[in-house]
């Protein structure tokens, strides 16, 4: 299969949605911008096309995936209830980086939600997604446009990558805004319960919400065994690099001189140090990739940087990969979450 590439220009933005609607009606394969990641894009009502997209991605068949919509009216047709939270979530943070877990109606075929009763919803606010699904008339399935387990993809680069051959179109929107994935949280209980942060913060949904549940994996805690996750990125290794990946937590200036105790004593291995701009000058040895992935008094820039700088650990080839903590509060629990999946929970910790 060709994978045709579409950059997303004004002169042509019209053709690039009828395009991408057509591929989509007809049962093929879209990869497009939202304002999180890159996503991979199917008719959430067409079983045969959304197994395309696990046999692409190489998706485990128990990761449910997430619907995409345009509207409120869309939603009504897929769920058999909306809670009064959901409607003030809605509200609050719709469209936007915010994924809603309901009960599903029978239209939803089965490998959507990997053969749960329930299924995940959220209306991106990235104009040209919406548009592609207002065009397809159809709620788009869509995880990330990446091969699974890898980081996901922040640029269209990244997605030829790794879906070259596999899909039918690629819509180039430049870079993504937000950079790791919506936050999900689980409506079916009460209360809610946050199964994955992200671009709408636990401390957003509190001040809005009052109580909210957290998953305790994202704790700290022990969870129990996720048999039948409701959420993508619950039960998998996700975001992982080819080389393996260490996540450093505790003092800057102790972080800084563990790492450069670890850089002294693997003279013959390439490492990469994924640092930020507060920590650049703590750093005595030099490793092979210095990253920095930006301010901590800007979270929002390190969500936004987090991908695209585990695919140049890639694209260097490096054996060693040392990244910087953060706090659990705010936008940090969602960079964490990502950090910690792309190092298989591989900690220093008491720094």
């Not at 991106?124 to 397809?136: H, K, M, Q, T, V």
């Not at 051959?165 to 809610?192: A, F, Q, R, W």
């Not at 509060?329 to 999946?341: A, F, P, V």
Request: glycine letters at 8%; charged letters at 25%; one cysteine or more.
């Amino acid at each position: 299969m060709e994978t045709k590439v579409l950059k997303l220009e004004s002169p042509t933005y019209q053709e690039v949605i009828e395009k991408g609607a057509m591929i989509i009606k007809n049962g093929g394969l879209v990869a497009f911008p939202t304002e999180t990641v890159y996503g991979l894009g199917a008719n959430g009502l067409d079983q045969e096309a959304v197994c395309k997209i696990y046999e692409a991605k190489g998706r485990p068949s128990d990761n449910p995936m997430i619907l995409h919509i345009s509207s409120r009216e869309m939603l009504k047709k897929l769920v058999r209830d909306i809670p009064k939270a959901a409607e003030d979530c809605m509200d609050m943070f719709w469209p936007g980086p915010l994924t809603m877990i309901f009960f599903k109606k029978d239209i939803i075929p089965e490998k959507v939600c990997a053969g749960l009763d329930t299924v995940a919803i959220r209306m991106p606010s990235d104009s040209f997604a919406r548009n592609l699904i207002e065009g397809s008339g159809v709620p788009i399935a869509a995880p990330s446009a990446n091969t699974s387990g890898r980081p996901s993809p922040t640029k269209a680069s990244h997605v030829l990558e790794d879906m070259a051959g596999k899909i039918d179109l690629i819509v180039d929107g430049g870079p993504t805004e937000v950079g790791i994935e919506s936050t999900v949280l689980d409506m079916t209980v009460n209360p809610p319960m946050l199964l994955r942060p992200g671009g709408v913060t636990l401390e957003d949904l509190k001040a809005l919400l009052g109580e909210v549940d957290v998953d305790p994996a994202l704790l700290g805690g022990k969870p129990k065994e996720v048999l039948h996750p409701k959420s993508p990125g619950q039960k998998y290794k996700h975001y992982a690099p080819k080389a393996e990946c260490l996540l450093f937590a505790g003092n800057l200036k102790n972080v800084a001189k563990e790492v450069d105790k670890r850089i002294k004593e693997n003279p013959n291995k390439k490492i990469a140090v994924l640092a930020t701009e507060e920590t650049l000058d703590l750093y005595r040895e030099k490793p092979y990739l210095m990253i920095n992935m930006g301010s901590r008094e800007h979270l929002q820039e390190i969500a936004h940087n987090i991908f695209n700088a585990l695919r140049e650990c890639d694209e260097a080839e490096v054996d060693l990969i040392y990244v910087e903590g953060f706090s659990f509060q705010g936008m940090g629990q969602g960079i964490m979450n990502r950090l910690l999946k792309a190092c298989g929970g591989k900690v220093v910790l008491g720094l």
